[in-house]
């Protein structure tokens, strides 16, 4: 389905052409994310990508916006753990500026101290934005306990310290070791033309001088038994993020984790909606989410609790986790939790944006499935001995971590229910 392409520089394009579209999505990944960092230079990937938009050597800060949005498009950029994204959406007639601004702003950055300094400040204040929201803050303490010390258990943000010592050296060297040919990716989806499309990327990015792909260490996991931390904080409810240790994006589990995922806590339908919430009236929100990387992964439940009912909840969610590895999921219930998960990766792939931004992930990270259809064959194939094996394999007492956020002064009563029956 996708046309690929290899550059001498060691560029690799991939397109992908939706000739009945009017839009073309345009990315440029980069392999490099909070996981290349250290403690030090923590949210240096992050300062960078906020950086890139200040300014090229021959754009300054306002052209590069009001060329791509005086012509109806959209720009963004995002940091993960693994990757870091540049990315524009814009009519097919103006696929060559996208390409354009996009590589100017990756290859040709000004990096000024004055925008250094005026985008640390802009920064700590997200830093310090994110800690007054327990709802997303109770990830971040979650993280820290499931990978200690380590570059995956760090705020992709930075602290407030590693910004601020972040110098325009430290940034510029971090770019030229990670920003290079042999560490990027360029995906194009939309009304193009797949030829045309390689000439573009070849004017605009086979000059960059070729470089090393990147690596970061392997991640180190040594828990024995469940692990609990209480931030005490007064809060209007209490925030709890439960996450078990899993599988990483390349496992043959994967799929029958995703179903997982659907049957928990992925939409309205799944138990721990159904049950928490709706027939046990325990919260207003909880969810379940599954969060891959190329060595390690997290099944996550959040919730956000009342004070009084938090202990209770918890205990239906683990009695929820128990009674999914005993008893086999119903075929109906499986086959609407197939049925769900195709629909939502059908409609993401019927947008450029995020047909992009779901072939990119893969591809940045050299997974094999990389056919819309493969992938939903193997989603029919996960059965429900599947799933109960899954079940198992993850759901275990060594694997639990538990973050909360509220005022609760005793852990002792999440201490007892923190482990499957």
Same mark, same amino acid.
């Given at each position: ?261 659907? $049957? ?56 929820? $986790? ?100």
């Amino acid at each position: 389905m996708y046309k690929i392409e290899s550059f001498r520089n060691g560029l690799k394009l991939a397109t992908e052409e939706m000739s009945h579209m009017e839009s073309v999505s345009i990315g440029i990944w980069i392999h490099a994310g909070g996981r290349h960092e250290t403690k030090p230079n923590s949210g240096i990937s992050h300062l960078l990508e906020h950086l890139l938009f200040k300014g090229t050597e021959k754009r300054d800060m306002s052209a590069i916006k009001q060329e791509i949005e005086g012509r109806g498009g959209s720009f963004n950029g995002f940091t993960s753990e693994e990757h870091t994204c540049y990315l524009v959406k814009v009519l097919a007639k103006d696929a060559e500026l996208g390409i354009d601004i996009l590589s100017d702003m990756v290859l040709h950055p000004r990096l000024e101290e004055s925008e250094i300094a005026k985008e640390k400040d802009v920064i700590i204040e997200e830093i310090n934005m994110y800690k007054d929201i327990p709802a997303h803050y109770v990830h971040e303490v979650l993280a820290e306990m499931m990978w200690p010390d380590q570059p995956l258990g760090m705020p992709l943000a930075g602290t407030v310290e590693s910004v601020r010592s972040i110098s325009r050296n430290d940034l510029v060297s971090y770019r030229e070791k990670y920003y290079n040919p042999g560490n990027m990716l360029v995906i194009e989806v939309g009304r193009i033309d797949e030829e045309a499309t390689a000439g573009l990327v070849a004017k605009y990015l086979s000059g960059a001088a070729r470089g090393d792909a990147s690596k970061f260490k392997a991640i180190k996991i040594a828990q024995a038994s469940p692990s609990l931390r209480l931030y005490k904080k007064q809060t209007e409810q209490t925030h709890v993020a439960l996450g078990i240790h899993s599988t990483d994006r390349y496992h043959p589990d994967k799929y029958a984790l995703s179903l997982l995922h659907v $049957l928990m806590g992925a939409n309205m339908s799944s138990r721990l909606f159904h049950i928490v919430r709706d027939e046990m009236a325990l919260c207003y929100e909880i969810s379940s989410s599954v969060r891959r990387y190329e060595d390690c992964g997290a099944f996550v439940i959040s919730a956000g609790v009342d004070h009084k009912k938090m202990v209770r909840a918890m205990e239906i969610i683990m009695r929820e $986790l128990a009674r999914i590895k005993k008893e086999p999921v119903a075929e109906e219930e499986l086959k609407r939790a197939k049925e769900y998960y195709k629909g939502q990766l059908l409609f993401a792939l019927e947008d450029t944006m995020s047909h992009m931004l779901w072939l990119g992930e893969k591809m940045i990270s050299g997974e094999d499935d990389l056919s819309p259809r493969k992938v939903l064959n193997r989603i029919d194939a996960v059965s429900a001995e599947d799933i109960m094996r899954v079940s198992n394999d993850i759901f275990r007492d060594d694997r639990m971590n538990l973050a909360v956020i509220g005022p609760m002064e005793d852990d002792r009563p999440l201490k007892d229910v923190l482990h499957i029956k």
